[in-house]
């Protein structure tokens, strides 16, 4: 009862539509299966509730300090970036969310309602070197303009990404000729980037498929390198194996892996399943503030990980992108539901489409930017390349199957969520 009474005045403050929804409640007497269905319904609605709650804190700490703003309602100019660099201009309301946003992009891209739910808009940050920071999602009862604008610095910017992780959906987008040049500018930036591993060979063939436009072929081929589809966090601290160790940590494929510094300087490299975790929380201490201070945020995600069978163990990261990891092992436990579920993400994602609001008929549709031209249509299509992950070596660091692995992706025991093991990745 206190919990679904906090759960009203959470709605009453940020609004129904963007809070979890609250497990509902059975009048007949549950039996024995019923009541643990119950407690693991709402063990999943306080771990989504704290993220929300967590996110909507950190954004007013970290965007308007101790002062409130008024905003006044008014049509604006917002630049969202490309993977490429690009930038799309699109005509919104100060008062927008996110998926208002959303939707004013692919209008102004031409990319169908269909496909609108497959990309996301991220805040990033981007460094001197070109380097960018992946801060968070953007979250639903956001207000973009409002969230970029308070941050008061060129540094940041909105970014349009995929926000899916099973590589089978690729084939969704890449019928669309929008969606597949979204797609293909991910794929290069990626690769630009040093986020997908490429050597030399695999380097000159994308380099023939890029000069002779066959984008569909450049994507086939980057789905199998290593890390094709993950995102790459900064450098930060966690205590495994060792308390107070560097590590780089990327998500993908249904997992976290993991390169880390131990104190001896030796690396190595291992990956926690996404299905191993029986839970994760993440939790913020600030620092500072009022009306003159500047306000310092720690972060720290901590997920208990089955190690071997029966034994479970806690593994911290704290990193000033914590949130965002956690958005990450969120949305693929989300896909992997609706997989074994036998669901379609694509009706998932539409059903979140068919949520927001209509724009107004001020916001014209028009013909994609250059960067986006198709490729020749009447190109022979090569034959789909197999879609597993090829065991590329790292420079410095062990291959993924050796003795020096940190984590075990042969572990046996229960998953952490009923019905979902390996096989189902």
């Not at 090829?390 to 660091?397: C, D, E, F």
């Given at each position: 009862i206190q919990l679904l009474g906090l759960h009203e005045q959470i709605k009453k403050e940020y609004g129904s539509n963007v809070v979890p929804a609250f497990p509902p409640k059975k009048i007949f007497t549950l039996t024995p299966a019923e009541v643990e269905q119950r407690r693991e319904q709402l063990e999943k609605y306080m771990q989504a509730g704290e993220l929300f709650l967590l996110t909507?804190?950190?954004s007013f700490y970290l965007f308007f300090g101790f002062e409130t703003q008024q905003i006044?309602?008014?049509e604006v100019a917002l630049d969202i970036c490309l993977s490429n660099g690009q930038k799309v201009t699109v005509n919104i309301l100060t008062s927008d969310q996110t998926e208002d946003v959303l939707e004013?992009?692919?209008t102004k891209l031409?990319?169908?309602?269909?496909?609108?739910?497959?990309?996301?808009?991220?805040?990033?940050r981007e460094g001197v070197d070109g380097s960018l920071t992946f801060v968070r999602k953007l979250q639903e009862f956001e207000l973009p303009y409002v969230s970029i604008t308070s941050l008061r610095s060129s540094e940041f910017h909105i970014v349009l990404r995929k926000s899916y992780w099973d590589m089978s959906y690729d084939a969704d987008v890449m019928d669309n000729r929008v969606g597949l040049n979204l797609l293909y500018t991910q794929t290069v930036s990626d690769i630009e980037r040093g986020w997908i591993l490429v050597n030399k060979d695999q380097h000159r063939q994308l380099k023939s498929l890029q000069e002779k436009g066959s984008k569909k072929e450049f994507i086939h081929l980057g789905q199998t390198l290593k890390y094709y589809g993950y995102i790459k966090f900064d450098p930060c601290i966690t205590d495994f194996p060792e308390k107070g160790c560097q590590v780089i940590v990327s998500a993908g494929n249904n997992e976290l892996n993991f390169h880390v510094k131990l104190p001896n300087e030796q690396m190595k490299e291992g990956s926690f399943k996404v299905t191993r975790m029986r839970c994760w929380r993440v939790t913020s201490s600030v620092s500072g503030g009022g009306v003159s201070a500047k306000c310092e945020v720690k972060l720290e995600l901590a997920f208990e990980y089955l190690m071997s069978k029966d034994r479970l163990q806690w593994v911290t990261i704290t990193s000033q992108q914590a949130i965002m990891m956690s958005?990450?092992?969120?949305?693929?436990?989300d896909e992997l539901m609706v997989k074994k579920s036998g669901g379609s993400i694509k009706k998932m994602l539409r059903k979140r489409h068919n949520g927001s609001i209509q724009r107004p008929d001020s916001q014209q549709t028009v013909k994609s930017p250059?960067?986006?031209?198709s490729p020749d249509p009447n190109r022979e299509q090569i034959v789909k390349l197999s879609t597993k992950l090829?065991?590329?070596?790292?420079?410095?660091?062990s291959a993924s199957n050796s003795a020096n692995d940190i984590s075990a992706n042969d572990f046996h025991g229960n998953y952490a969520f009923e019905g979902i093991g390996d096989d189902d990745l």
């Open positions: 909507a804190r950190l006044p309602t008014e004013a992009v692919a031409d990319l169908p309602d269909d496909l609108v739910g497959y990309f996301s808009l991220f805040l990033v958005i990450c092992l969120q949305s693929m436990v250059p960067l986006l031209d090829s065991s590329v070596s790292l420079r410095g660091i």
